[in-house]
C-alpha cells in the first residue's frame, strides 16, 4: 500500500463552484499533514497544514482530517479560474523527518 | 535575495555521463531534500539531510549521490545518467525545529538524458 494515495482523475468544476479533494494515508502514527498546489510548469507551494482531527479554514480552503479513517480532505469553496492547478497532499512519516506525496490532483476551474 | 536556487534550470546530457544539479538555500534550514516528478509518479524522494553532514536515502536513491558540507548547499549527482533519470528535480528546504513542517521548493531543474 502506498503512503499516500489520491485515486481521483482530473476534477472540472465550474466557476463558483465547490472542488473536494481526498487523500487517504497508510502509516497510522503520522501526524502532520499538508495539502499543496502547484501550477503548470511550476514548483509546488503549500496552502494548507493541519495537524488535528477536524476542520481547518483558511480563507476559501477548508482542510479536513479524520485519523481514525486516515484520511484528509480539501475543500475549495467559489472555486476560480486561479485555483486551477495540481494539488498534491503530503503527509509526514512517522519517525522520519521527511514528507510523502500523493500523486496529486489536477483541478479545471470552469469560467 | 533570500530563497533556494537550483541550476542548472535545464540539462541535456547523454548516457553515461556524471551531471550534478546544484541547490542553494539562503535561510539556513536544517532540513534540506531531493524529490523528482514524473507523469504518473508524483513526487518521489531520492535524498534528503537533517544537517550538514548527515543524509539518508528516500525510496529512489539508487543511481543517485548527494553530500552536504555547507548548510546552504545540498548537490545531488548523477553518477552515470541513465534515460530513466530524465525527469524534472526538485530541491527543498525546511526550518521546522523538532521536524520538517513546510517545504520551500525550488524552482525545478528539467533533466534530459538522451
Known amino acids: 500500500q502506498k503512503e499516500v494515495e489520491q485515486n481521483s482523475g482530473p476534477l472540472s468544476v465550474p466557476e463558483g463552484a465547490i472542488a473536494s479533494l481526498n487523500c487517504t494515508y497508510s502509516?497510522?502514527?503520522?501526524?502532520?499533514f499538508f495539502w499543496y498546489r502547484q501550477y503548470s510548469g511550476k514548483s509546488p507551494e503549500l496552502i494548507m497544514s493541519?495537524?488535528?482531527?477536524g476542520d481547518k479554514e483558511d480563507g476559501r480552503f477548508t482542510a479536513q482530517l479524520n485519523k481514525a479513517s486516515q484520511y484528509v480532505s480539501l475543500l475549495i469553496r467559489d472555486s476560480q479560474p486561479s485555483d486551477s492547478a495540481t494539488y498534491l497532499c503530503?503527509?509526514?512519516?512517522?519517525?522520519?523527518?521527511?514528507?510523502?506525496f500523493g500523486k496529486g490532483n489536477q483541478v479545471v476551474v470552469i469560467p | 535575495d533570500a530563497g533556494i536556487t537550483q541550476s542548472p534550470r535545464y540539462k541535456i546530457t547523454e548516457t553515461g555521463r556524471q551531471v550534478t544539479l546544484m541547490c542553494h538555500q539562503t535561510?539556513?534550514?536544517?532540513?534540506m531534500f531531493w524529490y523528482r516528478q514524473d507523469l504518473g509518479h508524483g513526487l518521489r524522494l531520492i535524498y534528503y539531510?537533517?544537517?550538514?553532514?548527515?543524509?539518508d536515502k528516500g525510496e529512489v536513491s539508487d543511481g543517485y549521490v548527494v553530500s552536504r558540507s555547507k548548510t546552504e548547499n545540498f548537490p545531488l549527482t548523477l553518477e552515470s545518467a541513465t534515460r530513466s533519470q530524465t525527469s524534472v528535480y526538485f530541491c527543498?528546504?525546511?526550518?521546522?525545529?523538532?521536524?520538517?513542517?513546510?517545504?520551500?521548493f525550488g524552482e525545478g531543474s528539467r533533466l534530459t538524458v538522451l
Open positions: 527543498a528546504s525546511s526550518g521546522k525545529a523538532g521536524g520538517i513542517g513546510e517545504l520551500f
Open positions: 502509516d497510522r502514527g503520522s501526524q502532520s
Open positions: 493541519i495537524y488535528s482531527n
Open positions: 503530503a503527509v509526514n512519516v512517522y519517525g522520519n523527518n521527511r514528507l510523502a
Open positions: 535561510w539556513s534550514h536544517s532540513y
Open positions: 539531510s537533517a544537517a550538514a553532514d548527515i543524509t
